[in-house]
């Protein structure tokens, strides 16, 4: 085993531990921050498989774009500050399924794959970027359009109608007036906010 | 030529019923004219047919010679027979009813005696029945009556003789209760006709039996089936011997005779034209009919026999103890006809001719009876006595009478009833010696009860109410009429062999070849032996009553009165016994209980079972198993749909848990398979 | 280099990311988990090209291309989930997935 190798199997290691934390961590903003190195290691295993392009990508796109996305997404939803149970009743359950699923992909990838080889020759960025443009012509356009769509589609549906209020907790028992905007709002969504509300009372404040 | 008209000789007097039924009461004589009218004309048809039915056979055993030269017969020569009659199939196939007329030498008899006496006993009625408030009712019966016994004579077959035989039964109950307002009376009637009816089992058994033997119910088609002789001796005897229960009842013999004497609760007249001459004489006359197959049955012949010879000693010894004048001369009749039961057990013509005199003699001295009564006011000799004096026409006819009962010679009954005894004598063996033996004594006590009977009623100081005189001429003009044949009928069959084709025996042949064997013959031991018994009786009875006819030593003689007077405790055996406590007290309840328990019990429990089935099966079946089985399947959609809904838990990330699941089982099958 | 190494990365981010798909209660995390079984499609998808370049090579490059594609989608598809998750926030003022029970039978 070279050096290069030796890295990415380090490159792997951290990135499997990060992803780990991620889902365990009891700090969400923790967590989103454990998303970043593994997603770091992510393009780390791209530059060692040769994926050059796809690596750049990766941090450009995941860590620089989505990461911080998920950021804004955490503190626009009043995600709670500090560590908290962040595990619902479902965990036994999760976890038998993710370690049998792990367990049954790795039993498969061993079995079929334990003698293949990785070719790790460095796919020249032309040649990506011809074949991007050439043969997968048409469907590059078409994740174009996805994109634009999507950007719209979120829009639309973020957007705030005209002369609805402020946050729903912005005064405690906002939970009314966010009754009102709900309920003017084409959303699909039907009624009693109490456990809403309470809810969002009791996150705040909640061990 | 008279013989083809024979049906008429019933048919007057049935068309004689409806015109007094429908106009009787109209009539200046109230429908008695239309009776005399139709028997007049019935009489003189009969006798017609009997010169013919005579003439012929008289030429054809003229023929044969006196008693014996059988081959001396013209060739193909028979005895009279025509017979006549629509043959119906009313089931179709094979059991055909005839209804036609049989007529030969018997039949012709029988007319003659019937229409005769009906029509000497209907001018007798018009004067004994004169101011009855139902005297047109009356002469129609009279009329029903002369129609359904000459119906029974003239049937050529066996049902429709046993439709005469049933109407004869009906007319005799209806006239025995005619004054039905004494309950006497209707007691009397319903006795009469029940004992009947019993005896009727056995001739409808055997008459169904002779007709399952032989395939037809034909008179001649039943003697040819026996001439035939391919039948079953004992099937055959069984059916003969069930006709004889039949004839039992009808002619009073032992032991259902009880109803004759009861009988006499009826008008006079009925008595004597019925309870005489007549119905009694079917039983007889059936035997006769079937003569032939009585001959090819020894065991029923012999039955006869017996019968015969029980009941006319039985009866004579009822007679001594009677006081009823009507009852002396029932039981006398009982006793007679057992004479002619015998008499058929061996010689046909023997019983046949006795038969005929008896008829007249003894209709004669009920109708004399009657006179007697009508001027006593009352049945009881006791209360009766020198009636010779006031009464000389009632009283030499009925001497004449009775001595021709008596058998006193020449007079009628002697002849006839010689006859039976040298029958009998000539028979021999057991039943020929015993009927002998018993015939003889019969006549020893006939003579005496009948002398008794005359001291008593004639003879002495008159012992009763009132003042006797003599009847009107519509009643002695029949006396006088009848008392001509009970003198000389027995002379038309004098047993010596050159008057014997011209004699009676000649006239009811049925068959050449049995009167050529069975020649009538004169025994003079036997007729000598005969008279001195009879006259033994006369002179014995004479003894007794001639002086004190009132002081009967009869009616004392302890035990032996007691039990005649008690009818041999017969009466008390059927009525107390039978009737009342074995049928009336035990059966009819046990049959009502059968009927309304287990019967209706049967129905009312099906019906009730099915009923509860009903509910039952509607209870589990429907309500809990159908209905059950319909709402368990939507309970248990809902149960499947409640147990199925807990698991929209609203857990997002379970349903994504699942899905994740999902694809695990499909990666191990993808795995696997490749 | 043996091809068990990155597959087996993949298949840990994977089991991660389903873990925590299915238990976290935070919806932003959720997506976060998400974001990282897409990490692991694409982690899989580049070793699968290298593994069919060293064996029969290919020219259209399909697996990078791919991984490029699913880079683009998940990004697309991350905008638009947290477009959702703060309209849920702004109609429920929750975003814990155990409240968005209203599904519930």
């Not at chain 1, 700090?27 to 997603?39: D, E, G, K, P, T």
């Not at chain 1, 998920?70 to 359950?93: S, V, Y």
């Not at chain 2, 007049?40 to 009997?50: E, I, Q, T, W």
């Not at chain 2, 010596?496 to 013959?521: G, K, R, T």
Request: hydrophobic content about 55%.
């Amino acid at each position: 085993m070279s050096i290069p190798d030796l890295f990415m199997l380090g490159a792997f290691v951290l990135g499997g531990a990060a992803a780990l934390l991620v889902v365990t961590a009891r700090n969400v903003v923790h967590a989103a921050l454990y998303l970043v190195i593994a997603l770091v290691a992510v393009a780390a295993s791209f530059l060692w498989m040769g994926a050059e392009f796809l690596a750049w990508a990766q941090v450009l796109v995941y860590v620089g774009a989505v990461v911080v996305l998920i950021l804004f997404g955490l503190m626009l939803t009043r995600a709670p500050i500090g560590p908290m149970a962040q595990h619902n009743e479902n965990r036994k359950f999760a976890v038998a399924v993710s370690g049998g699923l792990f367990v049954l992909l790795v039993t498969v990838i061993v079995a079929t794959f334990g003698d293949a080889t990785v070719d790790v020759t460095p796919v020249r960025v032309a040649d990506l970027g011809e074949v991007l443009y050439v043969q997968w012509a048409f469907p590059f356009m078409v994740l174009g359009f996805l994109l634009t769509v999507s950007l719209i589609g979120a829009l639309v549906l973020a957007r705030r109608e005209e002369g609805e209020g402020p946050l729903p907790d912005d005064t405690d028992e906002g939970s009314d007036q966010g009754l009102e905007d709900a309920a003017q709002e084409p959303g699909p969504s039907d009624v009693t906010s109490a456990p809403g509300a309470g809810d969002a009372g009791q996150q705040i404040g909640a061990p | 030529m008279f013989s083809e008209w024979a049906w008429l000789i019933p048919a007057l007097p049935a068309l004689s019923v409806l015109i007094i039924v429908f106009s009787g009461r109209a009539l200046p004589w109230k429908g008695a004219e239309v009776g005399i009218v139709a028997l007049l004309a019935s009489l003189g048809l009969s006798l017609g047919v009997a010169w013919e039915v005579f003439s012929h056979n008289a030429g054809v055993t003229q023929g044969i010679g006196p008693a014996g030269d059988a081959d001396a017969a013209p060739a193909g020569a028979e005895a009279f027979l025509l017979e006549r009659g629509l043959t119906l199939t009313p089931l179709g196939g094979d059991l055909a009813v005839e209804l036609g007329m049989r007529v030969d030498g018997l039949a012709a008899m029988m007319f003659v005696l019937v229409t005769a006496v009906s029509l000497m006993v209907h001018i007798y009625s018009t004067g004994y029945m004169h101011g009855d408030a139902r005297y047109t009712y009356f002469f129609a019966l009279l009329s029903l009556f002369s129609f359904s016994m000459l119906l029974l004579v003239i049937a050529s077959d066996l049902l429709v003789l046993l439709v005469g035989w049933e109407l004869v039964g009906i007319c005799s109950y209806l006239l025995i209760g005619f004054w039905w307002e004494d309950k006497h009376n209707q007691d009397a009637s319903i006795k009469a006709f029940l004992t009947t009816k019993l005896g009727d089992v056995g001739l409808v058994v055997g008459i169904m039996a002779l007709a399952g033997m032989f395939g037809t119910f034909s008179i001649q088609g039943v003697l040819d089936g026996v001439a035939a002789g391919d039948h079953s001796q004992a099937l055959l005897t069984f059916a003969l011997l069930a006709l004889i229960l039949g004839a039992v009842g009808k002619s009073a013999q032992f032991p259902l005779h009880t109803w004759l004497p009861d009988a006499m609760a009826g008008p006079t007249p009925v008595s004597a034209l019925i309870h005489a001459a007549t119905m009694v004489t079917a039983g007889v006359f059936i035997v006769a009919r079937l003569f032939p197959a009585y001959q090819a049955a020894p065991v029923a012949q012999g039955t006869l026999a017996i019968i015969g010879a029980i009941t006319l000693v039985m009866a004579g010894l009822l007679a001594l103890v009677q006081t009823d004048l009507k009852r002396v001369l029932a039981y006398s009749t009982v006793s007679q006809l057992g004479y002619m039961m015998a008499a058929l057990s061996f010689s046909y013509v023997a019983g046949v001719f006795h038969l005929f005199t008896h008829g007249f003699f003894k209709a004669l001295l009920f109708l004399g009876a009657g006179s007697v009564i009508h001027a006593a006011h009352s049945n009881h000799m006791t209360e009766m006595g020198g009636l010779r004096r006031v009464m000389p026409v009632t009283f030499w006819t009925f001497l004449a009478g009775s001595l021709a009962l008596i058998a006193i010679p020449p007079l009628a009954g002697f002849w006839s009833k010689d006859e039976i005894l040298v029958a009998a004598l000539e028979a021999g063996g057991y039943t020929g010696t015993v009927v002998l033996v018993l015939g003889a004594l019969g006549g020893l006590i006939t003579a005496f009860y009948m002398t008794r009977a005359l001291y008593l009623v004639f003879a002495g100081e008159f012992r009763g109410h009132g003042h006797p005189h003599e009847s009107e001429p519509a009643m002695t003009a029949p006396l006088i009429a009848l008392a001509i044949p009970a003198v000389a009928i027995g002379w038309i069959n004098l047993p010596f062999p050159a008057l014997q084709p011209l004699s009676l025996s000649s006239w009811v042949m049925f068959d050449v070849d049995y009167w050529v064997a069975n020649p009538v013959e004169l025994n003079a031991v036997i007729a000598v032996i005969a008279t001195v018994l009879a006259l033994a009786g006369v002179l014995a009875a004479r003894a007794i009553y001639r002086e004190a006819p009132e002081r009967d030593p009869l009616l004392h003689l302890g035990l032996l009165t007691h039990v005649l007077q008690r009818r041999y405790y017969l009466d008390d055996l059927y009525t107390d016994l039978i009737a009342r406590t074995a049928v009336r007290d035990k059966l009819a309840p046990a049959a009502v209980w059968f009927s309304d328990r287990v019967l209706d019990g049967a129905v009312y429990w099906s019906g009730r079972g099915t009923y509860e089935l009903g509910q039952g099966l509607y209870a589990t079946g429907d309500q809990r198993g159908i209905d059950g089985a319909v709402n368990g399947l939507g309970l248990s959609a809902l149960w499947s749909g409640a147990r199925m809904r807990l698991a929209q838990s609203g857990n997002v990330q379970l349903y994504a848990g699942a899905l994740f699941i999902g694809v695990f089982v499909l990666a191990v099958v993808f795995a696997s398979g490749a | 280099m043996q091809a068990v190494f990155p597959l087996t990365f993949a298949a840990l981010l994977f089991s991660a990311g389903v873990y925590g798909v299915l238990s976290r209660r935070n919806a932003v995390l959720v997506l976060m988990s998400v974001e990282l079984m897409l990490a692991a499609v694409t982690v899989n998808l580049v070793a699968f090209h290298g593994l069919v370049a060293s064996e029969a090579g290919d020219p259209l490059l399909s697996g990078q291309v791919f991984a490029l594609f699913v880079m683009g989608i998940g990004a697309a598809e991350v905008g638009v989930g947290l477009a959702i998750v703060l309209l849920l926030y702004r109609n429920r003022a929750t975003v814990n997935v155990d409240d968005a029970d209203l599904m519930k039978y």
